[in-house]
């Protein structure tokens, strides 16, 4: 339940993914069906909130990779984001490795520098909520902000990127702060309306 490479942050909500892969296995989800809700849940219709939330939840296959948040350069951080989407999805659907075609062509891997930057436009144009963000965009020592994350609708006519107003610890931020006033064992808080995940 953390993100980063050389310095990890906690991805608070994360559990929430994890417990939708338990209870897809629990009610027996074709697997057909359970790839495409991860692949694009968000774009799924839905007959009642309860399962559009549970298919914003899936995408949640998309975000919980593992980031460079102390990157220096910004269209890296995003570019690397982009990366790992694509290596998670091509391993885990395709059981190859494709990274490789991100800077060159192999004379035997049936994936090209062409095909894999066809699916970096597809993951480049989406919105990953997972509570991470790079320095730039939030300020030097901050990586993790509760509105990186993903606002779960509560009806079916919400956004599911509408602003929640959060009180209590839901990331390290709030812990920073928590350090700074002195409290020294600060639990996290978890908002039954949040989670990692990506939109279109």
Known sequence: DSTGRAWNAPLTYAFRYRDYVIDSFQQDTPYDRFLVEQLAG???????????????VATGFLAIGSVDIQSLQYEQFVLDRVDDQIDVTTR??????????????????????????????????????SGTAHKQELGAGM????????????????KPTDKLTLRGVHSMTDIQEAFSRGIKNAVYDTHRDLAVGVVD
């Open 143 to 158: 990586y993790v902000d509760p509105e990186r994350m993903l606002a779960l609708p509560v009806t079916m006519t919400d």
């Open 92 to 129: 885990a659907l395709l059981g190859l490795s494709v990274s490789c075609a991100r800077c060159h062509d192999h004379k035997y891997d049936p994936i090209t520098l062409r095909d894999y930057y066809a699916l970096a436009g597809i993951f480049y144009s989406a919105r990953t909520f």
């Open 42 to 56: 968000d774009l799924l219709p839905a007959d009642n909130i309860d399962e559009r939330r549970r298919n914003l």
